[in-house]
């Protein structure tokens, strides 16, 4: 399809924001937020388009394109090229990131008043960064949109969220600038010692694909270790997981929405496309470790939820504690495991997303998010907390619910899982089971205490939801409800990609 052009998909979103910035662009709040809405409505509509026409069949690449300059390729010399491709993973967390602006933006009218033309256009920004990441073909084109993320994220947080913003988004900087360094390390290293063994210089990330035969062990391993450790910063993993509580904590409540939908998913995107297919045999050495790994992360992160005493950062653990059964089900090596991680990883976004939304939205009535504070607002908020019980619902995995697939999808991989240790990988499928009954603990008090312990005399005059913040949490309950009722319309459209992957794993 002529029309569906990738480039314009990933760059859409910087025009945007160049038109709010235009100086003769009104300065007017009401007109900003309609014209931001109207585009990121139209962008994510053509997003779907993307979707709509999408071979699932095809193994491999769809919808390429380079972007040139004058004819010429970019760093043509150099064998950097800005091309852009996507496969069915891909495609989907590209869709799902128009979705999550998209939501956000309606979220935001309650939330931000001020500087709304800075606002919406970080907004579009980041949102053009996350696409470009999850389309790059080039590793380096990869990293100058990893880069880039970074800025808008840090205005966002810092110039809406409370008192203590500016500090924790100084640290998920700092935190982030010492994981881009481990990338870039790796990046550089990988670049130099492919163009020494072929004579051939290329930043194709699939031209990268390490052969065990040709590259020494110790060279792939060092590579290896740089790249985990600078996408486990971003996703997060304990232990580099304390900038993420502490960001969400601090920013406004609409950036809550886009970093748990959007931001996370990056870090998890860069595992699977260079830790797991370009060092294929190091992951698979490595996978034993990776898996007990997201096991501590399930434990460590629960066990931090349980004791918080706000909101914001009880979800926050909460949806760390939840990105552990994604490095669970890479680390099986096994269809079901794998397709289970990239379920996770998408119902993660979506789930903990509307968490933000109800969030934002007792939030903005009671200006408080302690849970001491609250109490009982299902008796004045009633729309509210059904919406909120399916979400809850969703997170502890009840059958027929957005969560509940990928979760037995990755504890079915690993105890079908061939490692060589395979006793440890039992143990820790019943560690893994035993933490999704310990989280519906937490969850679950958290309904209790916010919707219906006694209503506290301060609440008794707030009112329900908008009829917009009704219909945001309701489409995301109807995204959370269907595909938990029909989950392989998400994991057909990447079931080729994950067979191949699978496949040179096994080997």
């Not at 014209?35 to 071979?55: G, P, R, T």
């Not at 008043?113 to 590793?139: N, P, Q, T």
């Not at 929405?257 to 797991?276: C, E, H, Q, S």
Request: aromatic share 16%; with cysteine; glycine share 6%.
């Amino acid at each position: 399809m002529s029309f569906l052009s990738l480039i314009w998909l990933i760059f859409a979103p910087i025009l945007a924001a160049l038109v709010i910035m235009f100086p003769r662009f009104p300065n007017h709040q009401v007109l900003v937020r309609r014209f931001a809405k109207w585009f990121a409505s139209i962008h994510f509509v053509y997003a779907l388009l993307f979707l709509a026409f999408f071979d699932t069949g095809m193994f491999g690449m769809s919808y390429e394109k380079e972007l040139t300059f004058f004819g010429m390729s970019w760093l043509k010399s150099l064998g950097i090229s800005a091309k852009f491709a996507v496969d069915g993973i891909a495609l989907l967390m590209v869709v799902l990131t128009t979705f999550i602006v998209l939501i956000t933006l309606f979220m935001s009218k309650i939330h931000i008043r001020s500087k709304h033309k800075l606002y919406y256009s970080m907004v579009f920004l980041l949102e053009s960064s996350i696409l470009g990441i999850f389309c790059a073909k080039d590793m380096f084109l990869f990293f100058v949109f990893w880069e880039l993320s970074l800025i808008p994220v840090y205005f966002i947080v810092s110039q809406w969220g409370d008192s203590e913003a500016r500090r924790a988004a100084i640290k998920f900087t700092l935190s982030s600038f010492v994981a881009n360094m481990f990338l870039l390390f790796g990046m550089l290293i990988l670049y130099y010692y492919n163009f020494a063994v072929s004579n051939v210089l290329t930043a194709n990330i699939e031209s990268l694909n390490m052969d065990e035969k040709i590259y020494p062990m110790w060279f792939q391993i060092m590579v290896f270790v740089n790249f985990l450790i600078g996408f486990v910063i971003r996703v997060p993993f304990v232990p580099f997981h304390n900038w993420y509580p502490d960001i969400q904590s601090k920013a406004a409540a609409p950036v809550n929405i886009l970093l748990a939908g959007m931001l996370l998913n990056t870090g998890v995107y860069g595992l699977i496309r260079f830790n797991m297919q370009v060092f294929p045999a190091i992951f698979k050495l490595f996978a034993p470790v990776l898996m007990v790994w997201g096991i501590v992360n399930i434990i460590y992160s629960g066990a931090l939820s349980i004791v918080q005493s706000g909101i914001k950062k009880m979800v926050a653990y909460a949806n760390v504690s939840s990105m552990g059964f994604v490095m669970v089900g890479l680390a099986c090596l096994n269809p079901t495991g794998f397709n289970g991680a990239v379920f996770m990883s998408i119902a993660c976004a979506v789930v903990y997303s509307a968490f933000f939304v109800i969030i934002s939205c007792v939030q903005f009535r009671t200006k408080t998010t302690y849970i001491t504070a609250l109490g009982g607002l299902g008796k004045v908020m009633p729309k509210c907390m059904y919406l909120a019980l399916i979400i809850c619902f969703s997170a502890i995995g009840v059958p027929f619910l957005m969560m509940f697939t990928p979760k037995l999808m990755v504890l079915s991989g690993a105890m079908l899982s061939n490692l060589e240790q395979q006793l440890t990988v039992k143990i820790a499928a019943i560690i893994g089971l035993a933490a999704i009954v310990v989280s519906a603990g937490y969850i679950m008090y958290f309904f209790y205490k916010v919707f219906c312990s006694v209503l506290l005399e301060q609440w008794k005059k707030i009112k329900d939801l908008s009829p917009q913040e009704t219909g945001v949490l309701s489409a995301l309950c109807l995204i959370i409800i269907y595909f938990g009722v029909y989950p392989m319309s998400i994991i057909q459209i990447y079931q080729s990609v994950s067979s191949i992957i699978i496949d040179v794993l096994q080997v």
